[in-house]
């Protein structure tokens, strides 16, 4: 999401924004001094008496390992210790935690070390600073006798630890930052460095906002509309109430809440409960009626995304062309953590515990909720157990609920709302449908020279706050992402958009409209190598001449998968190569086929995504992307029958499991770009890597996901 | 009517009905969070503890029917299995969110009390039910293959 980018200087005034203590100076020039309070030269650094130093985290920690980036960035230039530095997450503060290229407090669209890369820098080199000129003017000596390393100073014989030397620093005293050169880096670029958050999450000790769980909470679940767009006619509480445990039950904007002591009694309570359900509104059609409407509209005119050419003229003369439709259905993120937060309105103050995501909104939306503004609420961050893109949306929907439940219960008491993994998968925000017509056509010579691309969905920011930066013309940028602007030259490119209606609410989802258009892209890519007659890989190298940085993923990735090379029988391998949010990823995939059940043996990953701070991080991640999209390539989706979805839990919204996981080898193209993002550009390549694997082993293109909807059976 | 739960060797006393499962008695009657919710139907293993010793959805598990059996959660974990399966984890960086390793956990500690020297196909078949929606699969795999070797060292 770079929707605009306000790019802010920390330093001025950080200085002052400290509470620089000199407390009991030692006058005899020895670096040991007493000191009484904590040191803090910007909004991203401390250091309390003790020494210890902490980082302050702008970004949530949702398993991308930001935790861990922001700490290294800030630990490199402050030359800290990696062993003990600390991490902790900021408060709501836009202005302070701002990401500066989403003009909010809040993480998403892979930009969380774009954004950071330099700031955190100079937070850590500023921070240094200020502790090198205080030891040299304590010590006597010029500052640039003054080394660093774990979080101790020396120069000749002297040393002190930053703990002693912040007692130095003087009030007001302004830092000096210089950066590093990267061939000075010790810790960004090392292939590994323990994640800050590894411990804790193999102890059970890491706390998310399900184990939060303040003095005199009471547990609540929400009873929404089965139809979107419903809303509450009457319910009928009395057997909800005869459950022991259930403590009250009252009806919110959203839905009819049943709170209780415990979890478990609350939603006992909510099962005992009828509620009657005005649909004028809501969302009635099935799934089938929905791709009805969708499959007429792409039969119509089209809102103009792109248009080079004469894509429709070029079609006409082709030597050859190829048409495909590809049919993509909603998608539910299924964090790992059911969505909950706690909510506590007193006094005219609100506090929020959340694994937050979306900051600014919030504090906003439950300022505004709750009826005490945005300046009395407070946001306590707390791990996330995942997201995908589902704790950020602009309602704040479910902090909102939460907010909606504590204000109706209106006793001051902390409220924590639960989300059953039935309210999750049930609960929309979804992935959009999509229905892609590709037409592609190929000159005599074998060369691309028409594509049309036609897009059906539902508009993500359509009538959102961000709606007037992305939504041009009626074209949500986010709907043709990934075509409109790809990286290939095709002579003749055009690119057009049907925005379809429905109240179920959409939202990105891991890697947004790539997840989709990647597919659509790179698998009507290798019908076109086809027709061409032309090797996958020879065929994308030619169309990617102009853009280097892309073309060298698919060479290494190519390479590194020995493409080409013999393969065993029944065995297929397929390319795909996806640019996303400024991150290059090539795939190559390896599928085996046993009497016609697939079984996905490897994926070989290239990426580029500039300097790459932590190696190890950025492999796990795309690992995770592999996983994450392959897991709902091959069998998830979200249907309706009648406006209700047909699913619940995972035992029908079936998760990649361990035994569906492939061999997965991430290779790391060598940079010094700024580094980009990826949480997400891992996602869009590996499903049709492996679509076009499973054409070169069977013959069989899949054109509709999940894969198990288009015949493919999976070991 | 209060039943008394062995967890982590200490007994207590929880005042709940006898069908609450034993998830929701860890968590929001005796506070001890490292246990997770995840799905609430046996599907996604983030309940996972030990009941004398097995892998044990708690989810499922009505507090009525442990007894006297010895619950271990993540929190009370411990042993040379333990030790070698969270610093195997540790070093290998198998997290992310980490919502679901407690369980992940869980699950191969018991896999390789059973099994100590287990293929990729063993811990595929063992693990299978422990639900992780960040993929961290491969290093599972690799983290459980490098606990068996600390154990035998």
Redesign the interface.
């Given at each position: 999401m770079n929707i605009r980018t306000t790019r802010r200087g920390f330093l001025t005034g950080a200085a002052a924004a400290g509470a620089a203590l000199v407390v009991g100076l030692k006058p005899n020039g020895s670096w040991a001094a007493a000191h009484g309070g904590a040191f803090v030269p910007n909004p991203f650094v401390r250091i309390d008496p003790d020494g210890t130093v902490t980082v302050i985290l702008k970004h949530f920690e949702m398993g991308q390992g930001t935790s861990t980036g922001l700490t290294t960035l800030i630990a490199e230039e402050m030359d800290a210790d990696w062993e003990t530095i600390q991490i902790e997450f900021a408060p709501a503060d836009t202005v302070t935690y701002m990401n500066t290229l989403m003009g909010v407090q809040g993480s998403g669209g892979s930009t969380a070390i774009a954004n950071s890369f330099m700031q955190y820098r100079e937070a850590g080199a500023a921070a240094k600073s200020l502790l090198v000129m205080a030891a040299a003017e304590e010590g006597g000596v010029d500052a640039g006798t003054v080394t660093a390393e774990k979080g101790t100073l020396s120069s000749g014989d002297n040393t002190a630890s930053y703990g002693e030397a912040m007692a130095w620093v003087k009030e007001g005293a302004t830092p000096n930052p210089v950066l590093k050169d990267p061939s000075q880096f010790t810790l960004i670029g090392t292939d590994h460095i323990p994640r800050k958050d590894s411990v804790a999450k193999t102890t059970g000790t890491a706390t998310f906002a399900m184990d939060v769980m303040p003095e005199g909470v009471v547990y609540a679940v929400m009873q929404r509309s089965p139809k979107f767009g419903g809303t509450v006619v009457s319910f009928d509480d009395t057997a909800a109430r005869a459950v022991p445990g259930v403590v009250d039950v009252k009806q919110t904007p959203m839905g009819v809440v049943v709170y209780g002591t415990n979890t478990w009694a609350a939603e006992q309570g909510r099962q005992a409960l009828t509620v009657e359900w005005d649909f004028t509104n809501a969302e009635t059609r099935s799934t089938s009626d929905m791709e009805a409407e969708y499959l007429a509209a792409l039969d119509g005119e089209g809102l103009p995304a792109r248009n080079d050419g004469d894509a429709a003229a070029a079609l006409a003369s082709a030597a050859k062309t190829i048409e495909a439709e590809f049919h993509f259905p909603f998608l539910a993120h299924a964090p790992m953590e059911p969505l909950n937060s706690v909510v506590q309105i007193a006094d005219g103050k609100c506090q929020v515990w959340d694994g937050c995501q979306f900051h600014t909104v919030t504090q906003g939306a439950v300022g505004a909720v709750s009826g005490v503004g945005a300046e009395n609420t407070s946001i306590e961050t707390v791990y996330a157990g995942g997201s995908f893109g589902r704790r950020a949306n602009f309602n704040s929907d479910y902090e909102v609920e939460a907010t909606m439940a504590a204000l109706a219960l209106g006793d001051g008491r902390p409220v924590k709302l639960v989300w059953s993994r039935e309210d999750d998968v049930r609960g929309g925000y979804y992935r959009p449908m999509v229905v892609h017509r590709v037409k592609a056509g190929v000159t005599a010579e074998g060369n691309l020279d028409a594509w049309h691309s036609s897009i059906a969905t539902k508009s993500i920011f359509t009538g959102t706050p961000m709606g007037d930066a992305v939504v041009v013309n009626g074209v949500d940028v986010f709907s043709v992402e990934g075509v409109a602007d790809t990286e290939y030259t095709i002579p003749n490119l055009a690119v057009d958009l049907r925005n379809m209606e429905t109240p179920v609410s959409v939202l990105w989802w891991r890697s947004v409209g790539h997840s989709h258009s990647g597919y659509a892209m790179e698998v009507a890519m290798d019908m076109a190598a086809e027709a061409a007659g032309r090797d996958p890989v020879e065929f994308r190298q030619t169309l990617l001449a102009n853009e280097p940085r892309t073309l060298a993923v698919l060479n290494m990735a190519a390479e590194k998968a020995g493409w080409g090379g013999d393969l065993p029988d029944g065995w297929g391998r397929g390319v795909a190569v996806h640019k996303s949010f400024n991150t290059r990823v090539a795939q190559v995939a390896e599928v085996s086929v046993t009497d016609g059940v697939v079984k996905i043996e490897r994926i070989v990953a290239a990426v580029d995504l500039g300097v790459a701070v932590n190696p190890d991080v950025i492999r796990a991640q795309v690992e995770g992307a592999i996983g994450y999209g392959l897991g709902h390539a091959m069998r998830q989706k979200i249907t309706f029958t009648d406006g209700e979805v047909d699913q619940s839990n995972f035992p029908d919204y079936e998760p990649l499991r361990i035994s569906d996981m492939p061999k997965i080898e991430v290779h790391i193209v060598q940079s010094a770009e700024a580094p980009t993002g990826i949480g997400e550009p891992g996602l869009p390549p590996a499903a049709p890597a492996v679509a076009n694997a499973i054409y070169a082993a069977m013959g069989k293109r899949v054109m509709r996901l999940p894969m198990v909807d288009d015949g493919i059976e999976f070991a | 009517m209060a039943i008394t739960l062995n967890i982590n060797g200490s007994a207590h006393e929880v005042d709940?009905?006898e069908d609450?499962?034993l998830l929701?008695a860890i968590?929001?009657?005796l506070?001890m969070?490292?246990?997770?919710?995840?799905?609430?139907?046996a599907?996604?293993g983030?309940c996972t503890v030990h009941v004398d010793g097995e892998p044990t959805r708690a989810c499922q598990t009505p507090i009525g029917s442990v007894g006297e059996a010895a619950v271990t959660?993540?929190?009370g974990l411990s042993g040379p299995v333990a030790e070698a399966v969270?610093s195997a984890?540790?070093?290998l960086?198998?997290?992310?969110?980490?919502?679901?390793?407690?369980g992940q956990?869980m699950s191969a500690v018991g896999l390789l009390t059973e099994n100590p020297k287990p293929d990729d196909q063993a811990?595929?078949?063992y693990?299978?039910g422990?639900?992780?929606?960040?993929?961290?699969?491969?290093?599972?795999?690799a983290a459980i293959h490098e606990a068996s070797s600390r154990m035998e060292a």
């Open positions: - | 709940a009905p609450m499962p929701w968590r929001d009657v506070g969070t490292g246990t997770k919710f995840g799905c609430g139907v599907s996604c983030a959660t993540i929190e969270q984890w540790q070093d960086d198998v997290v992310q969110c980490g919502y679901c390793q407690s956990i811990i595929d078949d693990m299978w422990n639900v992780c929606r960040c993929a961290t699969y491969t290093r599972i795999r």
